[in-house]
């Protein structure tokens, strides 16, 4: 059994990753496999249309960037959360990118299908909630189970490191990670 999370921030050491980071070891505690992967600093276009993916019937894109090593990650978990910031009220341009590839590539198929999924996310100020439900749109469409928490997986911070400093924040990260738990080892009982 294994969890992913996608860090969807072009910053390193950042707040969602701090965030991500927590949920993790709460899965972990579980006696789940975990992996952080950062897309800072990697080359992840956006969709272009091209239709490659649909009309051939295959996962592949034919964009030449670190893509598709990711897609076959998540393909592969249990479990995948996705981190946001938050860029002018919405998820960033990187973490969108991320997400309309491996959604077009592994819709049709329903690859993502039966696995357990949910957004975490943070921002300064305003735009938690927007970002929240589109992330939230993307894991309901594929077929994802997202277990909750004990309130919207928002939390608040600026500078690297401000979210430590969001208790309620952090505690909803890691109830989130509870239940990510508790749902990947009941579904892999049943399955
Ligand atoms: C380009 C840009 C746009 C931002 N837009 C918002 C916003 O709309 N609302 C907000 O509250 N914070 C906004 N922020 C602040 C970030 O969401 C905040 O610093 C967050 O903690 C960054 O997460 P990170 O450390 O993981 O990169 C923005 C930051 C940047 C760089």
Same mark, same amino acid.
């Given at each position: 059994?294994? +969890?992913?999370?996608?860090?969807?921030?072009? $910053?390193?050491?950042g707040n969602t990753e701090i965030l991500a980071k927590h949920t993790l070891k709460a899965i972990a505690g579980e006696g789940i496999d975990t992996e952080l992967i950062s897309l800072a600093g990697l080359d992840i276009r956006p969709c272009n249309a091209c239709m490659v993916c649909r009309e051939s019937g295959e996962e592949k894109c034919p964009i030449d960037d670190d893509l598709m090593p990711l897609y076959e990650k998540i393909k592969a978990a249990d479990a995948v959360i996705l981190g946001a910031p938050v860029y002018y009220g919405?998820?960033? +341009?990187?973490?969108?990118?991320?997400?309309? $590839?491996?959604g077009y590539m592994g819709g049709p198929k329903r690859v993502f299908a039966g696995k357990v999924g949910g957004p975490l996310v943070v921002a300064r100020r305003?735009?938690?909630?927007?970002?929240?439900?589109?992330?939230?749109f993307w894991f309901h469409i594929l077929g994802f189970f997202m277990p909750?928490?004990?309130?919207?997986?928002?939390?608040?911070?600026?500078?690297?490191g401000e979210v430590e400093k969001d208790e309620e924040g952090l505690e909803i990260a890691w109830n989130f990670g509870k239940n990510v738990a508790l749902l990947v080892k009941k579904l892999n009982s049943v399955a």
């Open positions: 059994m294994k +969890a992913v999370a996608i860090v969807g921030s072009p $910053r390193k050491n919405s998820a960033t +341009a990187l973490l969108k990118a991320f997400m309309e $590839r491996c305003a735009g938690q909630n927007f970002t929240f439900a589109q992330i939230m909750g928490s004990t309130y919207w997986n928002v939390s608040f911070g600026r500078e690297k």
